[in-house]
């Protein structure tokens, strides 16, 4: 399979709580991407850590990722009901092919 | 910022015709363009890698005669869906990364959702 795992697969939180996903993957990267996805849309780049960073912020986004481990996670910060939508992790080779995961559906409530 | 066109949005066509879904860089050029392939509630499968001037390299198991790339200039890529049957109904997305740039972020574009009747 050319994707990696994420979990959870579905999360549900009220408005204003944190809500981490996380992501494993199989081969060397030279960096790890996250994408947010709203329903039938396109995707939307929301932070890239390369495979020698080990923590990087952008606004509510906290990434982390341990090359050891083959794993990251995206932490949104006190959450709102518009960041309810599907995240992607996405890991680049090499060659520059960018492979998924499987996904994790947010679900924020008001 | 950088932006991909990518037309139609949506497209429904009868068993057996051909589909072409275009991909567009409207301001920066990309030498290599990507094709996914998203089924609902499911992730991005890649399926084809797309450079201009040469040949796509197709993902395993992707049959390269019934989906056709074509990335004749720097700001184009194209994808036809040939003799489209109701299992190719699907999200397709194309993304692009800019000539010369070092792999940040890709741009995708909005993506095509074509239903085969």
């Known amino acids: 399979s050319q994707q990696g795992e994420e979990d959870p697969q579905a999360l549900s939180i009220q408005e204003g709580e944190n809500a981490t996903m996380n992501c494993s993957y199989k081969t060397s990267i030279n960096n790890l991407q996250w994408y947010r996805q709203n329903s039938g849309r396109g995707l939307v780049h929301l932070i890239l850590?390369?495979?020698?960073?080990r923590e990087k912020h952008s606004g509510r986004l906290r990434v982390t990722l341990d090359t050891s481990k083959k794993s990251s996670s995206l932490l949104i910060t006190a959450s709102r009901a518009a960041d309810t939508a599907s995240y992607f992790c996405?890991?680049?080779?090499?060659?520059?092919?960018?492979?998924f995961g499987q996904g994790t559906e947010l679900s924020v409530k008001p | 910022g950088a932006v991909v066109s990518q037309h139609p949005s949506w497209v429904i066509c009868k068993s057996g015709t051909s589909v072409k879904i275009e991909c567009r860089s409207l301001d920066f050029q990309a030498t290599t363009m990507f094709w996914y392939r998203q089924f609902p509630k499911q992730s991005l499968m890649l399926m084809a890698t797309s450079n201009e001037g040469s040949k796509a390299t197709y993902e395993q198991g992707v049959e390269k005669d019934k989906f056709l790339i074509n990335h004749a200039s720097l700001t184009l890529s194209t994808l036809t869906v040939t003799s489209a049957h109701p299992e190719d109904s699907s999200f397709y997305i194309c993304?692009?990364?800019?000539?010369?740039?070092?792999?940040?972020?890709?741009?995708f574009g909005s993506g095509t959702r074509l239903t085969v009747v």
């Open positions: 850590i390369r495979s020698n960073e």
């Open positions: 993304s692009a990364v800019p000539t010369g740039s070092s792999q940040y972020g890709y741009t």
């Open positions: 996405a890991t680049a080779n090499q060659g520059g092919k960018l492979i």
